[in-house]
């Protein structure tokens, strides 16, 4: 067996093209084959040219390549390749099933290297003009998602803290705002929820908890949910 090539697991950002690194547009440009999610826009594929593509799917509620197929493509691309790059929405490191794809390489002996990608939560506060945190209100944030491993429970505690950020949350934020309500979360709780952040389809909703407890009209691209105190809209902010 020949060299091993080496793997770069890169995220591309919430979306826009123009979004992701420099680090990660010159691997890129630099790749011998790119293994894209389903979320990577046309406009982030025009970055890799040169490059052989390979769609990997990985968008939540549709059919997609399973995970270990995904693992064995990326081991057999480095034993053909000098430079293959997984990319990935988001953050690779955050709900990017990071942790199956680096134990696969290692395994293997393969050198990898994790480029950081501006996760959606960060985009979407950016977006909305909306930090995350805010003196005086609120210190603490939690990205969760309600997604879990077969072995684990359908609904696991919910974080205790200012701010909520729920990733990939369309079908399961109602039940998330029935669950804070039954805590004693107020019923006027501030929530902005982000369909397609950072792209040209961006989707802006303005709730309160009890409005987002009768559920979200179905969308047509990935949400974002964010609930706290310190998304109350400013006094002179428009939008």
């Known amino acids: 067996m020949g060299a091993l090539g080496k793997v770069y697991l890169v995220g591309a950002g919430p979306g826009a093209a123009d979004l992701i690194t420099v680090r990660g547009a010159r691997l890129l440009?630099?790749?011998d084959v790119v293994l894209y999610d389903a979320l990577v826009t046309p406009e982030m594929l025009e970055l890799c040219a040169r490059a052989e593509k390979i769609s990997v799917g990985k968008r939540s509620g549709q059919r997609s390549t399973?995970?270990?197929l995904i693992n064995q493509q990326l081991v057999e691309c480095a034993k053909k390749y000098s430079l293959v790059v997984r990319l990935k929405g988001g953050d690779p490191m955050l709900f990017g099933r990071a942790d199956e794809e680096l134990?696969?390489?290692e395994a293997e002996g393969i050198e990898v290297e994790v480029?950081?990608?501006?996760?959606?939560a960060v985009a979407a506060a950016a977006s909305t003009l909306q930090p995350l945190t805010k003196r005086g209100v609120a210190r603490?944030?939690?990205f969760f998602t309600s997604s879990t491993a077969p072995d684990q429970p359908d609904h696991p505690a919910?974080?205790?803290t200012d701010t909520l950020v729920q990733y990939m949350g369309g079908r399961e934020a109602a039940a998330t705002a029935e669950r804070l309500l039954a805590e004693g979360r107020r019923p006027t709780l501030p929530v902005v929820v982000v369909e397609n952040c950072s792209r040209s389809d961006e989707r802006i909703q303005r709730l309160?908890?009890?409005?987002?407890?009768?559920?979200?009209?179905?969308g047509h691209g990935p949400v974002l949910v964010m609930m706290g105190e310190a998304?109350?809209?400013r006094e002179h902010q428009k939008k």
Do not use: C, F, K, Y
């Not at 480029?115 to 959606?120: H, Q």
């Open 29 to 31: 440009a630099q790749a």
């Open 66 to 68: 399973a995970q270990t």
């Open 103 to 105: 134990r696969a390489l």
């Open 115 to 120: 480029v950081p990608g501006i996760t959606t």
């Open 140 to 142: 603490s944030v939690a």
């Open 158 to 160: 919910l974080p205790e």
């Open 208 to 218: 309160t908890l009890s409005d987002l407890a009768h559920g979200l009209e179905p």
């Open 231 to 233: 998304l109350a809209m």
